[in-house]
């Protein structure tokens, strides 16, 4: 079956493209384009959506997308669009879990037999040719996230094209296992704002160091070398004197970094389930209404993407554990995006309890040889003086290596 106007929850979608290097099926797809309306790439990013058609939020692996879904064996074709210069085509495809029942997963699901699906994806010239992006058979126990694909679209500059876009689960999923669904991400073209200049696309990295000290810091009194990359910046910048938060924890300071609300306004300042009222705008909603492309990636914990922190961000990406590789995944993400308008929040818990060293990171100690060793006081409990200073030691030591990973995206951003 084939739908240009689909509806239903599966059936998500904008535009993305995807693909491998195919430049050599440029002859056989021809630049021309059918005689029909067309969309055109203004602002950096294209995002297409027909009429009839849904699009809604989908958590595969670490990292929420708008996503497309296609019920099974269902093949979509999307609006026809311009390629502009300097495009890059983009696509990501995985498998979906929607709650099973009200525990969620079963406790053994991992130990059942995974699905196969199949994703097939092909790019559609007006001259009634088609060139093959992806045929790809995956395992759901293979594959834990997005399996993202990407194109340079410099050679079909100037054509008129549209996708056709296919996903099909080959196995049942077996007794017990719950539902999954084979998804697209939402679909997009990226491309420069002016092909001449790529520089020219305007840029905003938010980054929050969740539970940090101004203290801490050289830049605010510390005599320890533990933030030397922080330090720069504010030497460079525009250092504040005073910066107060709202409140004292996470969600509530987030939410009000996020809309310029106090936590009594936006209401998200106890524990429960409460949303952000739809009455009220994020920053990321804001810039995306400008044009911007917006990401997340966070440390999890309190800052996943519910409870209306997911609003606005067309990724989102939430990961427990070791800064490094969210860090690194943002520079990756940032060299993708050169060019374009981009809003990127970066958020990280490295000098937050439980002070867990990460990786192979040079440590300092500041004088401690192992602070480390032995076991820290429990949550509630008296904490002794050489506790404290083992905690402060220890806290130093996240300081230190968040300074650290930040100094290396910032290094690749210059670049």
Known sequence: MISSGVGGWARLWAVHVVGLALLVLLANLGCGGPDVPSLEVEDGWLALSGDGVEVRQAMVGKERRPTLSLQDGETYLTPWVRVPHGALLELGCGFYRPPFGSGGSPADAEELPEPRGRFKARLLSGGGRAARLLDRTVSAGEEDGWIDRQTDLSAWAGATVRLELHAELLDSPAEGAGPILPVWSVPRILAPMDPHHPED???????????????????????????PCLDRLAREGVQYSTCLTPSPWTRPSHM??????????????RNNNLSLSGSFATLAEILEGDGFWTTAITGGGYLYPTHGFERGFQQFHASAGNFAPLSSLAGQWIGRWQGLDHFLFLHTFTVHEPYNRQGNFQYHSFGLPNPTQGSLPRKGAPVLPRDSKRLRLLYDDGLLFADHCLGVLFKRMKQ
């Open 201 to 227: 696309g305007r840029f905003l990295l938010l980054v929050s160091l969740d539970t940090l000290r101004a203290d801490a810091m050289g830049a605010y009194g510390s005599s320890r070398q533990t933030s």
């Open 256 to 269: 009000s970094l996020l809309t310029s609300l106090y936590p009594h306004v936006h209401g998200l300042d």
